[in-house]
């Protein structure tokens, strides 16, 4: 019987190679590659918020002492479950966001809806130029939620001998 090996890569250079990706597909304007861009950093911002949301409540309820078993584990499971809504929400709340963040983050969840069913329109009526802006502006608010990473990271103190920093392939983001 074969046993199926889970790969494991660093968090902080997935972001590293996704900006150098981003960043290569508006230098060398690959107007073919705008969407699945755009789809990318949805994706990201999605996962990272989770990431950030849930290192974030660990990190205040620790400051209360040693969580009981099986507490750690249920947080996981119900921040892999939340909407981006319920995630930006979340996030204002436990302090990670600053209601600045929050509202651009929130233009993005709205514009991420709309765009979905107007890609169409975007891509027949040879309007790349609006997916390109699109895709400037996402990569803008990524930045942001990078430097809540770096903030949160230093903070905490947490390097990469945590484990919190991997990503298991075919798992969720949270470890």
């Known amino acids: 019987m074969k046993k199926t090996v889970v790969r494991t890569h ?36 999605e996962d990272m ?3 950030l949301v849930f290192t974030q409540i660990i990190w205040n309820k620790s400051e209360k002492g040693v969580m009981p078993d099986g507490e ?5 499971q119900y921040c892999n479950q939340l909407s981006l809504y319920q995630l930006l929400n979340l996030g204002l709340s436990v302090d ?21 069913h107007q890609y169409w329109l975007y891509l027949h009526k040879g309007k790349t130029h609006i997916l390109r ?15 809540k990473l770096n903030d949160l990271i230093e903070e905490t103190g947490m390097d990469e001998s ?14």
Do not use: C, M, T
Not at 11 to 35: G, H, M, P, T, W
Not at 133 to 147: F, P, R, T
Not at 163 to 168: A, E, H, M, N
């Open 49 to 51: 918020l989770k990431w």
């Open 72 to 76: 750690l584990e249920q947080l996981r």
């Open 162 to 175: 945590y484990g919190f920093l991997d990503i298991k392939e075919g798992k969720n983001l949270i470890p």
């Open 10 to 45: 660093k968090l902080l250079d997935e972001v590293n190679d996704l900006a150098e990706q981003i960043n290569s597909v508006l230098e060398r304007k690959e107007k073919a590659r705008y969407f699945e861009s755009i789809a990318l950093l949805h994706s990201f911002i």
């Open 133 to 147: 802006k699109k895709l400037e502006k996402l990569a803008k608010v990524a930045n942001a939620l990078v430097g």
């Open 96 to 116: 990670l966001l600053s209601y600045s963040l929050f509202r651009k983050l929130d233009a993005v969840r709205i514009e991420r809806n709309q765009l979905v």
